[in-house]
């Protein structure tokens, strides 16, 4: 069974930076996966912000470009660590933020329900 823990939430003022992480384990092989990061406020749906493809290549929602980074880091084949380095916060980055990965990578990126796990999701929070 595939777990996913994030860490490294936190609240931080506009211009800071946070960088997430997401422990993932339980695979029998990650290069079978792809994973991405999505966020959440109260009473509104679960938006994608960001992920990899099968090749590595990653995307980004519009509004976090050139702000956020997603990378990964594969310790071996069953085990990888998925980042969101965020640069440049704003207010309106507030959210829960959640890893995800799924098991069908030419599933469309932006629909949470492609993906097949998922983190409990941490708390980014951004004062003006």
């Known amino acids: 069974q595939v777990q996913l823990v994030e860490s490294g939430g936190g609240s931080v003022q506009a211009g800071g930076s946070l960088r997430l992480s997401c422990n993932a384990s339980?695979?029998?092989?990650?290069?079978?996966?792809?994973m991405g990061w999505f966020r959440q406020v109260p009473g509104k749906p679960r938006d994608w912000v960001a992920s990899?493809?099968?090749?590595?290549?990653?995307?980004?929602?519009d509004s976090v470009k050139g702000r956020f980074t997603i990378s990964s880091d594969g310790e071996k084949a069953t085990l990888l660590t998925l980042y969101l380095q965020m640069n440049n916060l704003r207010p309106e980055d507030t959210a829960m933020y959640y890893c995800?990965?799924?098991?069908?990578?030419?599933?469309?990126?932006?629909?949470?329900?492609?993906?097949?796990?998922w983190g409990r999701g941490i708390q980014v929070t951004v004062s003006s």
């Open positions: 995800a990965v799924k098991g069908q990578c030419w599933r469309a990126n932006r629909v949470p329900e492609n993906y097949d796990f």
């Open positions: 339980g695979f029998l092989d990650y290069r079978d996966y792809c």
């Open positions: 990899l493809d099968y090749d590595g290549r990653p995307n980004y929602l």
